[in-house]
């Protein structure tokens, strides 16, 4: 069964003129989280995995300033294999024959999420993967 994402790029002036773009991605899967995060929230486990090399589309975003690590959770147990410090409402958002790179560059097994933004954060995480390469 063949899964379909729109990434939606657009524009908007204050006199309302706009330019949207939109790309949609076909894939067999996808892995999805929304969850909301208190805040307060410190290097909490989202059981989650990303085979980077398979990904077709990728958008992670949050409403709140959060940081996400991958794969380990920092500290004491050791350095997270990448950190992004999510902006509110500015998504990570990928697509394969995109002008850029992959943002993730190793295979996550889990993620961390950390929220002291003083709100609950609402975290979303969509990868559109091909499962059977």
């Not at 899967?29 to 929230?41: I, M, W």
Request: glycine share 6%.
């Amino acid at each position: 069964m063949s899964v379909s994402h729109v990434f939606s790029r657009s524009w908007k002036r204050s006199d309302g003129s706009a330019v949207n773009y939109e790309k949609t991605v076909t894939s067999d899967t996808s892995t999805d989280h929304s969850k909301a995060y208190a805040d307060g929230t410190v290097d909490q486990l989202i059981n989650i995995a990303i085979d980077f090399s398979e990904t077709k589309g990728l958008m992670i975003g949050s409403d709140q300033d959060v940081t996400l690590e991958t794969n380990h959770p920092g500290g004491g147990s050791g350095a997270a294999d990448q950190t992004f410090n999510l902006k509110a409402n500015c998504p990570i958002e990928w697509t394969e024959d995109d002008v850029e790179t992959n943002p993730i560059t190793v295979d996550v097994t889990a993620i961390y999420i950390t929220n002291n933004s003083g709100e609950t954060a609402n975290l979303e995480i969509h990868d559109l993967h091909d499962a059977t390469p």
